[in-house]
């Protein structure tokens, strides 16, 4: 049974950063792709960024490019999300998640085996 479990979440103001970790237990997660989602109030989950198992591979969605960040450690089987200049926009919950022995990246929610629990990040004006 897998788990992944995300913490580093706070309040932040804007422009402030935060570093987002997941880390999983279970089974070794090196040889799959993880990704970082975010759901915001009254709005559907979005993709955030992606990672291959080598982490030769990322993906970011538009908005958040050049701002964030997504790295891993396989040895510590922990992914993270780096975030700087946050904005108000990116107020949300992030969940983190992991595909079931696929290396390959991917942006819809429905690929992802794996979800982690959330954590929320709040950015004030």
């Known amino acids: 049974q897998v788990q992944l479990v995300e913490s580093g979440g706070g309040l932040v103001q804007a422009g402030g950063s935060l570093r987002l970790s997941c880390a999983a237990s279970?089974?070794?997660?090196?040889?799959?792709?993880r990704a970082w989602f975010r759901q915001a109030p009254g709005k559907e989950r979005e993709f955030v960024a992606t990672?291959?198992?080598?982490?030769?591979?990322?993906s970011y969605t538009d908005s958040v490019k050049g701002r964030f960040t997504i790295s891993r450690d396989n040895g510590k089987n922990t992914v993270y999300l780096q975030m700087n200049s946050l904005k108000p926009e990116d107020t949300a919950v992030y969940y983190c998640?992991?595909?079931?022995?696929?290396?390959?990246?991917?942006?819809?929610?429905?690929?992802?085996?794996?979800w982690g629990q959330g954590t929320q990040v709040t950015v004030s004006a």
């Open positions: 998640a992991g595909r079931f022995n696929s290396d390959a990246v991917a942006v819809i929610p429905t690929r992802y085996d794996y």
């Open positions: 279970g089974r070794t997660m090196s040889r799959s792709a």
């Open positions: 990672i291959s198992g080598s982490g030769g591979i990322l």
